[in-house]
T-cell receptor, first 109, second 114 residues
Framework: KQEVTQIPAALSVPEGENLVLNCSFT??????LQWFRQDPGKGLTSLLL?????REQTSGRLNASLDKSSGRSTLYIAASQPGDSATYLC????????FGQGTELSVKP | EAGVVQSPRYKIIEKKQPVAFWCNPI?????LYWYLQNLGQGPELLIR????????DSQLPKDRFSAERLKGVDSTLKIQPAELGDSAVYLCASSLDLKYNEQFFGPGTRLTVL
């Protein structure tokens, strides 16, 4: 059974700092991995999707990497801004989307 | 392009009452999902539809939960009767097809059972 873990559960950084969010999964036979953002009381916004054949995807200040062999993905956020404050969730897809518990990010002005 | 639409956004009911949630997926998306999200947790799949057919409902508590997707577009999720433990956010998502599977989520319905 796939298990997805995100560490840390919460992270607070000063504005402008580069940061990395971690995601690990137990079953490496994934089709893809997706990163989402969730603002309080809102639904999930898809940030990046990495297919199993890819190593990374980039969108603006966001870069997500995927290492299937080690069961890890990272989301790199460059030059963080207060507007980046939200909960970030990763999810692996093996025929079903399995989510981690999320990392709550707070970027202080 | 309109996103996934859900209603209502909030619902407060007393235990043992019925409740229904509605979802309209992104136009052209054949696959529709219902998820349950408890506070501080990631969403968990309840049911997945391919067009009108429910292809994965293994996590749906069928004694009290039911869902339908008539005509392969809109979907309704129902709970009858609701229990205190059903308080959560119910999220609907859709994707273009199963192969690519980038899922797009609606804003959710926050259910409170008193």
């Amino acid at each position: 059974k796939q298990e997805v873990t995100q560490i840390p559960a919460a992270l607070s950084v000063p504005e402008g700092e580069n940061l990395v969010l971690n995601c690990s999964f137990t079953d490496s036979a994934i089709y893809n991995l997706q990163w989402f953002r969730q603002d309080p009381g809102k639904g999930l916004t898809s940030l990046l999707l990495i297919q199993s054949s890819q190593r990374e995807q980039t969108s603006g200040r966001l870069n997500a990497s995927l290492d299937k062999s080690s069961g890890r993905s990272t989301l790199y956020i460059a030059a963080s801004q207060p507007g980046d404050s939200a909960t970030y969730l990763c999810a692996s897809y093996t025929g079903k989307l399995i989510f981690g518990q999320g990392t709550e990010l707070s970027v202080k002005p | 392009e309109a996103g996934v639409v859900q209603s209502p956004r909030y619902k407060i009911i007393e235990k043992k009452q019925p409740v229904a949630f509605w979802c309209n997926p992104i136009s052209g998306h054949n696959t529709l999902y219902w998820y349950l999200q408890n506070l501080g947790q990631g969403p968990e799949l309840l049911i997945r539809y391919e067009n009108e057919e429910a292809v994965d409902d293994s996590q749906l508590p069928k004694d009290r939960f039911s869902a339908e997707r008539l005509k392969g577009v809109d979907s309704t999720l129902k709970i009858q009767p609701a229990e205190l433990g059903d308080s959560a956010v119910y999220l609907c998502a859709s994707s273009l097809d199963l192969k690519y599977n980038e899922q797009f989520f609606g804003p959710g319905t926050r259910l409170t059972v008193l």
